[in-house]
């Protein structure tokens, strides 16, 4: 049973920094992809950043580029996504997911990821 956990989020004002974190059990990151999604209040749901676990290669949304920075810790089945110079815009809840195989320029399309997590809520006060 493949289950993601996303937590790390909270309430932080604007400017600045959370880490999310997105823990995965039945489910090993070698050969795979993990994204991140967010879904602000009345939003559609978009991709926000991508690793791909074989070789480190990530991906970034235009509106987190220079700002977001993610990582994964394989050996801890774990990734991580670095916020900084939080926006309010940035306030939504976000998500992680998992793909089994490695998606390259199609990393933000979501049917292209096998598991879900729950979600957590980062709210940025201005």
């Known amino acids: 049973d493949v289950q993601l956990q996303a937590s790390g989020g909270g309430l932080v004002q604007a400017g600045g920094s959370l880490r999310l974190s997105c823990a995965a059990s039945?489910?090993?990151?070698?050969?795979?992809?993990v994204g991140w999604f967010r879904q602000a209040p009345g939003k559609e749901r978009e991709g926000v950043s991508c690793?791909?676990?074989?070789?480190?290669?990530?991906y970034y949304a235009d509106s987190v580029k220079d700002r977001f920075s993610i990582s994964s810790d394989n050996a801890k089945n774990t990734v991580y996504l670095q916020m900084n110079s939080l926006k309010p815009e940035d306030t939504a809840v976000y998500y992680c997911?998992?793909?089994?195989?490695?998606?390259?320029?199609?990393?933000?399309?979501?049917?292209?990821?096998?598991?879900w997590g729950q979600g957590t809520l980062v709210t940025v006060s201005s």
């Open positions: 997911a998992a793909a089994t195989d490695l998606l390259g320029s199609n990393w933000y399309i979501e049917p292209e990821y096998d598991y």
């Open positions: 039945g489910f090993t990151f070698d050969d795979a992809a």
């Open positions: 690793i791909s676990s074989s070789d480190g290669s990530t």
